[in-house]
């Protein structure tokens, strides 16, 4: 939180406008599995800040340490799961590589879920 804290007084420094800022936890980048687990658990204590959360949980390493899937392209499951459970954490944007897929077991989600 501290190191998005001074990021953000730089921004405004600089004159960037508050509806032109998101918050990328980064997760994967210098990362080990526990780390990226603990910020895509507790994500939402950065709503904290006032911005919209980005998150990149797409094929990424994490989920194969989980699932032992080698291949990046056959990680859609995990890349589902972990966009389902961000989302519900009140994240607002995800960056996926699967848009399709993604987007259509996110409407059966909210449908069900609703």
Known sequence: MIFFERKLKKLRKYGIRHNQILIDPGI???????????LIKKISIFHSLGFPILLGVSR?????????VNESKNRLGGTLSSSI????QGVQILR???VNEINQGLKVFKKIYN
């Open 96 to 98: 996926v590589h699967d």
């Open 60 to 68: 990424k390493r994490f989920i194969k340490e989980i699932s032992g």
């Open 28 to 38: 994967g980048f210098g990362k080990n599995l526990k780390h990226n687990i603990t």
């Open 85 to 88: 459970y961000s989302l519900m």
